[in-house]
């Protein structure tokens, strides 16, 4: 793939900032300080890395005020190079459009909607009544349920699955092998066995989402699973029956949030952190990696649940007190009261 | 969909209970208490959510005989309101049966033996030798393996692959993305390069089991993985190689069961927890989420090791102290002692 | 199957070690020591398990030279029983040979280069300008990626996602479900909307490594995720962007490695084991099931983070205090003091 080049001064005539230094530079692609090439354009989003600029062999860099002047290369200096970067790699690695079309293997359902504009790729499933918008990819071996909605400029890889009746907003994103819309964990015991519990609700996911792979969302029990615009979740991670997870809220890897808990905005979620069942996450929470909550969490902030790890000697020194806790504070009472006594002498 | 009426009476007369207020309303969906409107029918499993009752629009309601007279809306009273409550919209809401057939897309190996009832559907693989029962529904782009037999009334969602030579009885249900009888992780070490083993045992199935979506039971390395009947799984499950679940065992989402641990019947394992490999887990066991089981449990009851979560700075306090808890405990000795002594005097 | 029966003294030929006993006994499967039968060859890895040998049926035994009279049996004495258990399983169940030819269903993009000697099955997706090289197998429902190049030998099992652009040696073998080359999970907050990192490094596998099932690895941001010769992933590992996992090193299910990481070589990560991001971990570190690595390890060893479990009774005497250990600590502190002046007196 041959990169288009960009003048500086294309650049920022489209993002904005304050360019310094020779505008007619070109690049065209992003890279890292360290390996970055004449070619390329590189960013500084943390001035504590400002060091690195010295040795950079980029032809230009993004770099916020602070550090201006910490470099004679052409640059551009603005409020947040991170997101600039973001905009300015998204300009030089463009996703590809659409090439509208069904491919001859693909199987579409009676009374499917399949916008013109759209592509759906070889031996993929689009079933009865399903809706597929403008400029929507299904690539290979996606299946898309019943009457299921999807929006505009979706983007779904390989091996995507999407159940029945499911409501998807414009923009979604979503990476191989995610499963939306299976039925939630729900089952009634009687008699030493269990009955399933039919999961009548739908999966209802917003715009401009991205789902990672091998992530489930179950569809809802009796009312929907609902994932609000601009969610973003990462691989392997679980949302169970009646979830609601919050607009712009961020989940990482492998984490877990169980039936119908609610999630808020802006909440940032660490990997293989796990949310219990039926508990209100307030808006602009974040919890820390592997950590697990087990109470609602009313107030902003940062929560934690890590054990810390050590050697597996000084681990087998220690872990057995804490089933002798108890024993140890209460050893502390006695001897609180003990003293007391023999200072009363 | 329009969904079937049912009149009260004609519920009661099929599942029993008592049926009080008028026997000809119908309803013909079931829903929770505070989203019913005059066609639905609701539940109350749960007394303390008693005061639920004088808002709801509910047409009906199931209920158990404490609730009884605490609503003067038509109502069955029976034992145990949640299975009912099950029942009745396993009524409202049957599954689609198999339509019988093979779509022109998929591909049958030689000598599989595909009932006629059964329905296969597009870019479905089915290997050689291979038997799939009577009523069951293979949906699209599934993958069966060689001489693998399938029940009746089985229900593999899109996607699920099932490798070679396993046996799953009647009633299956797996959800897509879940993979059942991969290998196991089975190496030895030698001269700095790892060796694969070959797993050569299979994954066997009983009937009334239900898998959830991307959950993987791997196959056995000499001998079989085994799965008892009514064995319910949630999402993103490991079951590793040479595990045995007891029947009617119940495991929620992401938890994972290392090789060769044996788990009796009717337990009920938490999300995210995890059993080492090799343990022996008793009948009725119930373990927490999140926690990692690393002894065999011998007694019936709860296990739990939960890390409670605080607020970031809570914890910035108090988890150094982890690495040496053997030092403060160390030190109330010599307290003890110290007193014992000053009270020698 | 019928299973080729081998001679003892073919198999030391082959293999090595030292035979004692008839060398004309005929072997056609291994077994366990307790579920062998005449027809079979077992073996004995761990001393503590001889006793095992006195009532074990198998034809033939495989044993370290501690145990060599051990039994009366045939026997092959050698260095390392379990992984000369490995060699002669893997001589007994061969994996079947790729049958050259690319099924009718398949679909190869434009330039892309498949040996003839590999086998391509029903319903798989070759990317434009991808190499499949000679022996390789890619079963039904795979999706190999644009530009992607898989080396000599491979084994993808039903329904694998490569994505493009991806380069992988020999020897490959990768579980149904397995995605290697999604987005990791990059993303910039601008005025409260995140912007995507196009990802646009690469994953690059070595030789000889394995990937199990619904395992995912993440392509690099800018540069590449590495996974380095012999490597082996069990099921559900979750691998993100710019990762580096070291030569030779296991990881078990569902463990998770976060952006930036760098693993050593010949490292044994337990299952659920979590990495955090940008954290280097030295050769020959083994880190125990469940335990979160926050910080980088620089000596091998052994590194644990276990909360012990117990009954939820003795939990929930002992876990609050979790919250009060600095409180704990401090009242120790006192203590200490007001002892100091008592002796004083």
Redesign the interface.
């Known amino acids: 793939m041959t990169q288009t080049a960009y003048r500086l001064a294309d650049i920022a005539a489209r993002f904005g900032g304050r360019l310094l230094g020779d505008p007619e530079v070109r690049v065209q692609?992003?890279?890292?300080l360290d390996?970055a090439q004449p070619q390329h354009i590189s960013f500084l989003s943390n001035s504590k890395y400002r060091a690195q600029l010295a040795a950079t062999q980029a032809g230009a860099v993004i770099l916020g005020e602070p550090d201006a002047d910490a470099t004679a290369l052409p640059r551009i200096v603005c409020d947040?190079p991170?997101?600039y970067?973001?905009?300015v790699?998204?300009l030089?690695?463009p996703?590809s459009k659409a090439v509208p079309g069904i491919?001859a293997?693909a199987?579409i359902g009676e009374g499917a909607q399949v916008d013109p504009s759209a592509h759906i790729?070889?031996?993929v499933?689009i079933g009865a009544g399903a809706v597929i918008g403008a400029g929507s990819i299904v690539?290979?071996?996606c299946?898309v349920g019943d009457r299921t909605v999807i929006g505009e400029n979706a983007r779904l890889?390989?091996?995507v699955?999407v159940?029945h009746d499911c409501i998807i907003g414009n923009n979604l994103?979503v990476?191989?092998?995610a499963?939306i819309g299976?039925?939630g964990?729900g089952?009634?015991?009687?008699d030493?066995?269990?009955?399933?519990?039919?999961q009548?609700g739908r999966v209802v996911i917003g715009d401009?989402v991205?789902i990672?792979?091998?992530t489930?969302i179950?569809r809802g029990a009796?009312?929907d699973t609902v994932i609000e615009d601009?969610v973003?979740l990462?691989?392997?991670i679980?949302i169970?029956h009646n979830v609601r997870v919050g607009a712009?809220t961020?989940i990482?890897?492998?984490a877990?949030v169980?039936g119908s808990a609610v999630i808020g905005r802006?909440c940032r979620i660490g990997?293989?952190a796990?949310i219990?069942g039926h508990l209100q996450i307030a808006d602009h929470v974040e919890i820390?990696?592997?950590?697990?909550?087990?109470?609602s969490i009313r107030e902003p902030?940062?929560?934690?649940?890590?054990?810390?790890?050590?050697?597996?000697a000084?681990?087998?020194?220690?872990?057995?007190?804490?089933?002798?806790?108890?024993e140890?504070?209460n050893?502390?009472k006695i001897?609180?009261h003990?003293?007391e006594a023999?200072?009363g002498k």
Not at 29 to 32: G, R, V
Not at 288 to 295: D, E, R, V
Not at 314 to 326: F, I, K, S, T, V
Request: proline letters at 3%; charged letters at 15%; hydrophobic letters at 40%.
């Open positions: 692609q992003i890279a890292t390996s947040n991170y997101a970067f973001a905009r790699s998204a030089l690695n996703e491919h293997s199987v790729a070889a031996h499933v690539m290979a071996g299946s890889y390989p091996r699955v159940y994103i990476h191989s092998g499963v299976a039925d964990f089952m009634a015991m009687e030493g066995r269990w009955l399933k519990i039919p009548i401009d991205e990672g792979a091998n489930t179950d009796l009312s601009g973003k990462d691989n392997q679980q169970a712009h961020a990482a890897g492998c877990g169980a802006y990997g293989s796990n219990l820390s990696i592997g950590s697990l909550i087990t109470k902030g940062t929560y934690t649940a890590i054990y810390p790890f050590s050697s597996n000084e681990w087998r020194r220690n872990a057995p007190y804490l089933r002798h806790l108890d140890l504070a050893k502390i001897l609180q003990e003293i023999l200072k």
